[in-house]
């Protein structure tokens, strides 16, 4: 069975002629919205294909045309809807990047102690760089910034997240 996973989300329409802004929340908008792409929205617990004829950079969103979406009301039925992308349609990464769903869940240790803090829960994109929820076994969760300087170390094949916590990362009380 393919997975999906998604990519963006249909805001609302833009013009006339079928356009839609999209907030895209991937690391890779531009192959993902590339002219012939195939993306997916969910429609009764089915995906259906949505190709894309062209989009553009519009301030933080991108306006996109879909192939079969050609006035306003067209467009406004798909408005609110997620972007999908197959997991067959998904590109190799460079070495040291990794895919979100690759890495939820992993336990994340301290790289000097080797003690467990936790799992990572969460994953958020505010703007320079990620933020990482660390949910420990007991206590409140914390957050972290995915930079060099505290994320030693991802081992995708033995699930391992290595990290050095700056000091004030975790409440301790």
């Known amino acids: 069975m393919t997975e999906y996973f998604e990519v963006g989300k249909i805001l609302s329409p833009h013009g006339l002629k079928g356009e839609v802004k999209v907030n895209a929340t991937t690391d890779f908008p531009e192959e993902r919205l590339a002219a012939e792409s195939r993306l997916f929205i969910k429609n009764n617990d089915e995906y259906q294909a949505m190709v894309v004829e062209v989009a553009r950079r519009h301030k933080q969103f991108y306006l996109v045309k879909f192939e079969k979406v050609d006035d306003i009301d067209q467009a406004e039925k798909i408005c609110g809807k997620e972007l999908y992308v197959a997991e067959t349609d998904q590109q190799e990464l460079p070495e040291g990047s990794y895919y979100f769903k690759d890495i939820l869940n992993c336990p994340v240790y301290d790289a000097e102690t080797g003690e467990k803090l936790g799992i990572l829960e969460n994953i958020e994109t505010p703007g320079a760089n990620d933020i990482w929820e660390i ?29 050095t916590l700056l000091e004030g990362l975790r409440d301790e009380n």
Request: glycine share 4%.
């Open 135 to 163: 949910k420990p076994e007991q206590g409140k969760s914390f957050w972290i910034p995915n930079i060099k300087s505290v994320v030693k170390k991802v081992d995708l094949p033995n699930k391992r997240i290595e990290v």
